[in-house]
């Protein structure tokens, strides 16, 4: 295995200093990691592009000084040039790029300026970083052929039998970026997921491009041979599940690393990437690394087996440890009895409460609905059957007991989050039923406990920035919340007594959108308004 990798996902709102920086890439070579990706997107402060360059962003300067201090640890830039672009064209500058307006996450591939700037993007990166391996994105581009440009560029190639248009649209753009890494005298990488969808673009990029296979629910020995079959090395990419939890699903994480390490030594893949996605909304960086580590540690220990026995080919291994996350556990064991107890009960016990807590595949639907859409009212429209009921009791229990063996403010704060989401949507369920009786005064009472839980908040969402360089933009979200909650409650005094001849329903008074007289909302019944 040549190479073994995690990636710390800087584009969700992270801000780390120097120190933090040094803190990851300590832990990398403790870890037996011989490379730290750091995913970019937008926040690295490209010399080329100085109209994006975001408070708290990765600078130049800091990756000279990392390159300096850790000489045997590789610090591999991971761009985004298509797809996953969503920073740079919600700028007032570069909303011009975008493949549709005001919507979704990628750029117009046809855009002779986008492809300048894409290319003047990798320029910077060759410049800064002094990694073999350079990481130039291309996952997650759905919006290929959107814009009239992409879609006739598509219908055109269509024309011709057998042609994947798509294919040809995506290629063109990559195979020339991929080249410009090659002619720099680097290696590039990209992201799998589209070739699979479009194999056809595979021979227009370099064929020493290196392919990361992400797969977060199987092994990524699934459709590798798509690759092989057409030359390139594979990197196999497990990820562990920050994104679809409350904090961090430690069983599936576990397991998933595991897989991806054993098949990729069966496979002689080229080696192992440990993906950390999305430690904003309240996710924290510091409680990973005991994660981290144990992930390096399954990468030693899967090819240190395999060079004393050969490559392990047993399809009838018992899968205990991940069943169970014992090796995570052990991780945070070595930390204090009190941080394993934590992590076993907020990253195996939480997720068995059900609710919002259960494992899922797709990103934590409680964490976006109190925070993300700026109208926290819409986790108790979502998940008020759940939180008060059986689901809330088990998983508040839970929580209270978690919060007993927290060992530091990070931990205690990752808890403390999923204890106040519980305790929002109770009290918005409280002032929804005396909302529903027209006892305004009752509703506003009930939902007054609701500030405080959001100022609270906004101080663990500081003290994660100060300790591990955690979202900066986690700390607006919780003032526009309470923002939003006093104006809801004025609302309720105004208008809860039925003053307008009729009583708004409770999630139509709670929306920022409300209108009074607007009786049929119609900001939402006509959506197309919203665009």
């Not at 300048?116 to 970083?129: E, K, P, Q, R, W």
């Not at 409300?514 to 665009?531: C, K, L, S, T, Y």
Request: aromatic share 12%; hydrophobic share 40%; charged share 20%.
């Amino acid at each position: 295995m040549k190479l073994r990798m995690w990636t710390y996902d800087l584009a969700r709102e992270q801000a780390p200093t120097l120190d933090h920086l040094r803190r990851l890439c300590d832990l990398s070579l403790e870890s037996g990691y011989n490379a730290l990706g750091l995913y970019l997107e937008h926040r690295f402060a490209y010399p080329s592009t100085p109209w994006m360059h975001g408070k708290g962003c990765l600078t130049p300067e800091t990756v000279r000084v990392l390159q300096d201090e850790y000489p045997f640890l590789q610090i591999v830039p991971f761009m985004n040039l298509l797809g996953h672009f969503e920073g740079f064209i919600y700028t007032e500058e570069g909303r011009r790029f975008a493949e549709s307006t005001f919507k979704g996450m990628q750029a117009c591939p046809s855009m002779p300026e986008f492809q300048s700037l894409a290319a003047g993007l990798v320029d910077d990166v060759l410049s800064v970083f002094n990694s073999p391996i350079v990481h130039i994105g291309g996952d997650e581009t759905w919006q290929l052929g959107a814009c009239p440009t992409c879609k006739e560029r598509v219908s055109e190639y269509e024309k011709r039998p057998g042609v994947d248009g798509k294919a040809q649209i995506y290629g063109e753009h990559f195979g020339p970026l991929a080249r410009r890494v090659v002619e720099a005298g680097r290696g590039p990488a990209v992201w799998g997921d589209m070739f699979v969808d479009h194999p056809t673009a595979l021979p227009m990029i370099p064929g020493d491009t290196l392919i990361f296979n992400w797969q977060y629910f199987q092994s990524s020995q699934v459709n590798s041979n798509v690759f092989r079959d057409a030359g390139f090395e594979v990197v196999y990419c497990p990820a562990l599940h920050t994104y679809n939890a409350t904090w961090l699903h430690l069983p599936q994480s576990e397991r998933n690393v595991r897989e991806n390490a054993r098949d990729a030594v069966r496979d002689d893949a080229y080696g192992v990437c440990v993906t950390t996605w999305e430690c904003g909304l309240f996710g924290n960086y510091e409680t990973l690394f005991p994660a981290i580590r144990a992930s390096g540690d399954i990468l030693r220990s899967e090819e240190a087996s395999a060079g004393a026995m050969g490559p392990v080919v047993d399809e009838t291994i018992d899968y205990k440890d991940e069943r169970h996350g014992d090796a995570f556990l052990k991780a945070y064991l070595r930390e204090g009895e009190n941080y394993e107890e934590w992590a076993r009960l907020m990253g195996i016990e939480l997720q068995n409460a059900g609710g919002p807590f259960t494992f899922g595949g797709i990103r934590s639907g409680l964490k976006c609905r109190l925070l993300l859409y700026n109208n926290p009212f819409l986790a108790w429209l979502h998940h008020h059957k759940d939180l008060c009921g059986e689901p809330g009791q088990k998983a508040w229990a839970i929580c209270e007991r978690a919060s007993i063996f927290a060992p530091d403010a990070s931990a205690r704060g990752v808890t403390d989050f999923a204890k106040s989401a519980i305790e929002f949507v109770q009290h918005a369920e409280r002032a929804h039923q005396a909302y529903a009786r027209r006892e305004p005064g009752a509703a506003v009472a009930a939902l007054t406990p609701c500030r405080q839980i959001l100022e609270n908040l906004h101080k663990i969402a500081l003290s994660n920035t100060l300790r591990v360089g955690g979202s900066l933009a986690d700390q607006e979200r919780c003032v526009i919340a309470k923002h939003h909650v006093e104006r809801v409650m004025s609302r309720i005094k105004q208008y809860g007594d039925g003053s307008l001849g009729y009583l708004p329903s409770f999630e139509t008074i709670t929306h920022p959108n409300f209108v009074p007289h607007d009786q049929a909302a119609w900001w939402m019944i006509n959506g197309w308004a919203r665009e």
